[in-house]
């Protein structure tokens, strides 16, 4: 028989997460990429806890999970009757009432509660029924359990709250019975995210404008910085970007490692929302504390929309980072083959180089970006620039065990450092790495 099961909640902060990866990290072959965490496994009702066989108490509460899994009430109000523990917990500290809200059974969560269920029982989450319902989006649910006394304000673990819960759902109704209840608007979690931006990132305009008129905080910003803008143009919400903008979000905010509205946009690739941004003056070569700017941002997306709009906007194509690295050699490194010809076509240095001395052609090499190399090679990179080590873009196709890539290298007149040279690079290096 089935059981119910907490719904599986994706962490609904993962995006600060998942931008302060993209936007903070080194973007050239050093680059290293993170990924969030997987949302944790749902909680495991009681029936699924290892039980004492012969124990008539935990087979009750066994059988009471079970029946309301199976939206059983009659069976519930027998079990009860029984004597099965309405307060029972689970490994991970669930109750049957936790587990009646998250399967939304209205008759059956009436019946925990005339039993003397707690309203206010918290998991190992810190989450409670009431969270449960917010995060599902039981506006029915929820007002059964404020009813009977249900904390409208209690956080989690992680201080996220009932309400952000609710906004995280989209669903407006259980925003609405929220905040008309009295929940605190303002409320921040452990990282100072509050229910605006997390109803900025899943884009609910209606949403957005309720907890605006309740007193929101549009320029709030979470301990990296980001902002509600930043989330709803990191995530692709026109309509959400658009309010936020006519609320007076600050266009030109940036997070705690430089990031702006924009450069989020176009790390996401959304050419609406970047146009949106500038039309409302965003700085369009505003760089981030690496040195990434929204063109280079374009670049690793392989947005060529937003690549174009930035360029036809007056994006400087030449703007590096701290590394050294420009929109060109960021769309070689990645294989964006689009941006690297639109690039080029508008007049982008194609012999640029990194502080290192890297060259797009190199990028594309080491990468194994066939079309790109081809192309530069097309345009006349030259195959045989070298960078600080004297490597050539022939180095770094056989650095990266780009075979075919070398080959084709070699018939564009491609050659490799002398082997003595290579050998002294490689001693200098080693004798580097040890010191």
Excluded at 165 to 192: C, F, H, M, W
Excluded at 205 to 230: E, H, Q, Y
Excluded at 377 to 396: F, I, K, M, P
Aim: glycine share 8%; net charge positive.
């Amino acid at each position: 028989m089935s059981q119910p099961k907490y719904p599986v909640l994706k962490n609904t902060f993962a995006l600060t997460l998942f931008l302060a990866a993209n936007l903070t990290g080194a973007v050239n072959a050093a680059e290293k990429r993170t990924a969030t965490k997987p949302a944790p496994a749902a909680s495991k009702p009681v029936a699924e806890q290892s039980t004492t066989a012969n124990d008539p108490q935990q087979k009750l509460n066994a059988a009471l999970v079970e029946a309301i899994g199976a939206d059983d009430a009659k069976k519930v109000a027998a079990l009860l009757q029984q004597g099965a523990n309405v307060n029972a917990v689970d490994a991970n500290g669930s109750t049957p009432l936790m587990q009646a809200a998250a399967a939304a059974n209205a008759d059956v969560i009436k019946l925990l509660l005339d039993k003397g269920a707690n309203v206010n029982a918290q998991d190992k989450d810190g989450f409670t029924p009431l969270t449960i319902a917010a995060y599902s989006g039981h506006a029915t649910t929820a007002i059964l359990l404020l009813d009977k006394g249900a904390d409208i304000n209690a956080v989690d673990a992680k201080g996220h709250t009932v309400l952000m819960g609710a906004a995280y759902s989209g669903k407006l109704p259980i925003v609405q019975l929220l905040v008309n209840r009295g929940a605190n608007v303002t409320a921040k979690d452990n990282e100072d995210f509050t229910a605006l931006m997390v109803a900025s990132g899943t884009g609910n305009p209606d949403i957005v404008r309720l907890l605006l008129d309740k007193g929101a905080d549009v320029n709030a910003a979470t301990k990296s910085g980001f902002t509600p803008l930043m989330q709803a143009a990191g995530t692709g919400k026109i309509p959400v970007v658009r309010l936020l903008l006519e609320r007076g979000a600050n266009v030109k905010a940036r997070a705690r490692r430089g990031a702006t509205a924009l450069l989020v946009a176009a790390y996401a690739g959304s050419a609406p929302i970047s146009d949106l941004l500038l039309n409302h003056d965003a700085d369009i070569n505003a760089k981030d504390t690496i040195g990434h700017t929204p063109l280079i941002g374009a670049a690793y997306a392989g947005s060529v929309a937003v690549a174009k709009l930035l360029v036809f906007r007056g994006a400087d194509m030449e703007s590096k980072t701290r590394s050294g690295l420009n929109a060109l050699m960021q769309a070689a490194y990645s294989g964006r083959f689009e941006v690297v010809k639109f690039l080029v076509e508008r007049g982008a240095d194609i012999e640029a180089t990194t502080g290192h001395g890297l060259t797009a052609l190199m990028q594309a090499a080491g990468s194994g970006s066939a079309p790109i190399v081809k192309y530069l090679l097309e345009c006349g990179a030259d195959v045989n620039a070298r960078d600080s080590s004297g490597q050539t873009a022939l180095d770094w196709a056989h650095k990266r065990g780009q075979g075919e890539l070398a080959q084709l290298l070699k018939l564009a007149g491609g050659k490799e450092m002398p082997k003595q040279e290579a050998q002294k690079t490689a001693a200098r290096k080693e004798k580097s790495n040890v010191s």
